[in-house]
């Protein structure tokens, strides 16, 4: 009987501790990520992220100045005017 009494005492605390906290989490959120996860390490260029090509880019904007020009409101509403 006493085992049992035991085991229950024992689950007792177990549950009435806590594991982590606030400030756990957010101390390993600020912690620095290792070296083998990092997205972004040193020595890396940026900005060569290109998914479209030049002359797409422009063949794009100049589809939405002509459909600005056949759609678009002649006069301009009262929001866009207050610049």
């Given at each position: 009987m006493s085992v049992a009494i035991e085991k229950q005492e024992a689950s007792s605390d177990q549950r009435s501790r806590r594991s982590g906290g606030r400030e756990a989490r957010r101390a390993?959120?600020?912690?620095?990520?290792a070296d083998d996860i990092r997205p972004v390490r040193a020595g890396l260029e940026g900005g060569?992220?290109?998914?479209l090509s030049?002359?797409?880019?422009?063949r794009i904007h100049e589809a939405v100045l002509t459909l600005l020009e056949t759609?678009?409101?002649?006069?301009?509403f009262p929001p866009a005017s207050r610049r």
């Open positions: 390993m959120r600020a912690a620095p990520l060569s992220y290109g998914p030049q002359n797409d880019q422009e759609v678009a409101s002649p006069t301009p």
